[in-house]
């Protein structure tokens, strides 16, 4: 865990109440840990942020985000898992995409040891579909480490959806994972 | 109790907060440093940077009410900016927004001026593509006055900020900082010139210079730049330096790197820098069924393309090159060792899906976007990768790894932004190896690049990131953030 989202996390823990890191089974089940000021939402967004961009995610972000808590992270995490990332997100990412696409086509005409496989449309869709399953696939495993109240419907409804296979592998096994003891 | 705690956690969320402002908590900030010249005047030398309107998650933050329009603070530091403008692609109506501040409304979009300003009622569309807005700085032709550089160090003639928060209500939903570095980028006066032989291309080299300067100072990290000549001003013996060295990053030419060169302590030494044609990697790549995916040679071809470019624009000096691609046959046994290829070595090399001392990327059902194993020849890559994961692994490889280091991974290192390749979890693509990065890709004795053999030469021993036992600046290793003005 980076020291900065340390310090946002250990402010936003003890300004919402929460004394102990992980979801007792007792507490109450809605907003035990209520976000009251605009800051604190902002540091609960970036740890947020951090679990569902993270790719090797060896900075502890699946930890943070349980010290986090269920009723701050799971709407987000439902949401995602449901809808995929924000539009601004997408559209951010696609621009960068389609913008780089004709100089990889440069890089390749002017080096004979790469070639292209893709054209820019091909191209676009490949990785921004990369980036939807990624962020989807770390909301299902999100959702199974929080074990909050409304992760279970959640899945349920995803389940449903015409999802991707390796999304759809991450929703199962988060599933199973309630289905544990 | 809770007054205790109400106080204890007034008291913390204020130190937090002094100690990193809002802006700075965000990682999404963007470093720029150019070089000043009267040609940058021109705007069009200046990036336009891309910025999407909207939240950064999908429900804009935990408990926040759903949006339909947004309001931007911007505020616009530097005294080299005259103005900055905004123009928007997408927004629901155009017509509603509305401006406060040191802002004014234009038919193409928004001049804002430097100081704080408010957007108001940026109006999001209910479905569909969110909203996209450039901003592009215009300097001030004033300013040039102030940029004369004269001198042989560096320096900074201006930082330029662009901090904008984009809000909902009282709540920042996303937020963007770009911070321009002005430098003179001095050019020293004729005395001694490390000159490049052998060039392949017409860039602009980096040349890295550590060494005894004329005032009989140790000069550490010095960056210079030509396309074939490179004036270095008076640079004399190692006498009692550290260090002394040459070091040139150019595009499509391995980086060459003179240890003690010929350096005299009169003017008029050209030194000459060989340089040769990238090192090759020969890259092995074995091909498994990706869940979704039968046939994953597209990808991998598209991905040996990007990590040749990536690697190529930043002037790391090392080509990829493909040596051979295989189906990995799709029994589960053997589909299960490449799933857990990072433990089944032996196992795959009898099976000859290993080529030993050479790079292997795998391609197969794994849940991760990528991983570099324990032996750093071995690089996976899953199906939700991204377009820059098999760059960011080859880094590993080439030496920026350790469990204990936060594996070479760039945050929290000053000077580093999102755009790092080696940077991990944020949204932004990456585009950018610094100059200490491929620094230690080239020298470093735990790169794949020296362990495997392509490369003969000088070896370090630098450390992945910067730390208590490994502090910078340190005269044997660049900093890692150190880095060239682009282009």
């Known amino acids: 865990m980076s020291l900065l989202t340390a310090a946002l996390l250990a402010a936003l823990l003890a300004a919402c109440g929460?004394?102990?890191?992980?979801?007792?089974?007792?507490?109450?089940?809605?907003?035990?840990?209520?976000?009251?000021?605009?800051?604190?939402?902002?540091?609960?967004?970036?740890?947020?942020?951090?679990?569902?961009?993270?790719?090797?995610?060896?900075?502890?972000?699946?930890?943070?985000?349980?010290?986090?808590?269920?009723p701050l992270a799971e709407p987000t995490l439902v949401a995602t898992l449901l809808g995929g990332p924000s539009p601004a997100a997408l559209a951010m990412r696609e621009h960068e995409l389609r913008a780089r696409h004709p100089e990889l086509v440069e890089f390749a005409r002017t080096h004979s040891h790469v070639s292209i496989s893709m054209d820019r449309d091909q191209y676009v869709a490949a990785y921004l579909a990369n980036f939807v399953a990624l962020q989807r696939i770390r909301s299902a495993q999100g959702l199974a480490a929080l074990r909050g109240a409304g992760a279970v419907q959640a899945l349920r409804k995803a389940q449903v959806l015409d999802l991707r296979q390796d999304v759809r592998e991450a929703v199962d096994e988060a599933m199973k994972q309630f289905a544990s003891p | 109790m809770h007054f205790l705690r109400s106080r204890w956690v007034g008291f913390l969320l204020a130190a937090t907060w002094l100690i990193v402002s809002p802006a700075d908590a965000s990682p999404r900030t963007y470093i720029k440093s150019i070089c000043w010249s009267p040609e940058i005047l021109e705007v069009d030398l200046l990036e336009v940077?891309?910025?999407?309107?909207?939240?950064e998650l999908i429900d804009c933050c935990p408990g926040c009410p759903a949006a339909d329009a947004l309001d931007w603070r911007i505020r616009i530091g530097g005294k080299s900016v005259e103005a900055a403008t905004l123009s928007f692609e997408g927004l629901a109506d155009p017509a509603a927004l509305k401006v406060e501040g040191a802002a004014g409304l234009t038919p193409d979009g928004v001049t804002l001026m430097r100081g704080r300003s408010q957007l108001l009622n940026l109006t999001l569309p209910e479905e569909g593509r969110a909203p996209l807005a450039g901003l592009r700085l215009r300097l001030d032709p004033d300013f040039l006055g102030h940029a004369a550089g004269s001198g042989r160090r560096d320096e900074t003639l201006d930082v330029v900020e662009v901090s904008i928060e984009q809000m909902l209500g009282s709540v920042a939903v996303n937020e963007f900082l770009l911070r321009y570095r002005l430098k003179s980028c001095a050019v020293p006066e004729p005395c001694d010139v490390v000159k490049q032989q052998g060039k392949q291309g017409a860039d602009d080299s980096v040349v890295l210079l550590d060494g005894r300067d004329g005032a009989d100072v140790c000069v550490n990290d010095e960056v210079r730049r030509g396309v074939i000549s490179t004036l270095v001003g008076n640079v004399k013996t190692k006498g009692s330096c550290t260090s002394s060295i040459v070091g040139v990053f150019s595009r499509d030419n391995a980086m060459a790197m003179l240890e003690d060169p010929p350096w005299t302590d009169t003017c008029g030494d050209e030194v000459a820098a060989a340089l040769g044609p990238a090192w090759e990697m020969p890259v092995n790549l074995w091909l498994?069924?990706?869940?979704?995916?039968?046939?994953?040679?597209?990808?991998?071809?598209?991905?040996?393309?990007?990590?040749?470019?990536?690697?190529?624009e930043n002037k790391v000096g090392i080509a990829f090159v493909e040596k051979q691609r295989k189906q990995i046959p799709t029994d589960p046994g053997t589909l299960a060792k490449v799933a857990f290829a990072c433990q089944g070595l032996g196992e795959l090399e009898s099976a000859g899906l290993y080529v030993k001392d050479q790079l292997n990327v795998y391609y197969g059902p794994v849940t991760i976007t990528g991983q570099s194993c324990d032996d750093r020849n071995m690089v996976l890559v899953g199906p939700a990768a991204n377009n820059t994961t098999l760059a960011h692994e080859l880094g590993h490889a080439l030496s920026l790894h350790g469990a204990e280091l936060e594996w070479g991974h760039s945050n929290d290192v000053p000077g580093m932004t999102p755009a790092n390749?080696?940077?991990?979890?944020?949204?932004k693509i990456r585009t950018h190896f610094s100059l200490g990065q491929a620094f230690r890709f080239n020298v470093n004795k735990l790169s794949m690049l020296?362990?495997?053999g392509p490369r003969q030469g000088p070896e370090r021993d630098c450390p992945p990131k910067p730390s208590e036992t490994a502090p910078e600046p340190d005269f044997e290793c660049p900093g890692l953030a150190l880095d060239w003005s682009r282009p």
């Open chain 1, 18 to 70: 929460g004394d102990t890191p992980v979801e007792e089974p007792e507490a109450p089940p809605a907003a035990r840990r209520r976000v009251t000021t605009p800051e604190q939402q902002v540091a609960a967004r970036h740890v947020i942020a951090a679990w569902l961009q993270c790719e090797e995610c060896v900075d502890a972000e699946l930890d943070t985000l349980v010290q986090l808590g269920a």
């Open chain 2, 49 to 55: 940077f891309t910025l999407p309107v909207g939240c």
């Open chain 2, 288 to 312: 498994g069924k990706m869940i979704f995916v039968p046939d994953p040679g597209p990808i991998a071809t598209q991905d040996l393309l990007a990590v040749n470019a990536l690697y190529d």
């Open chain 2, 421 to 427: 390749i080696m940077w991990v979890g944020d949204s």
């Open chain 2, 450 to 452: 020296n362990k495997n």
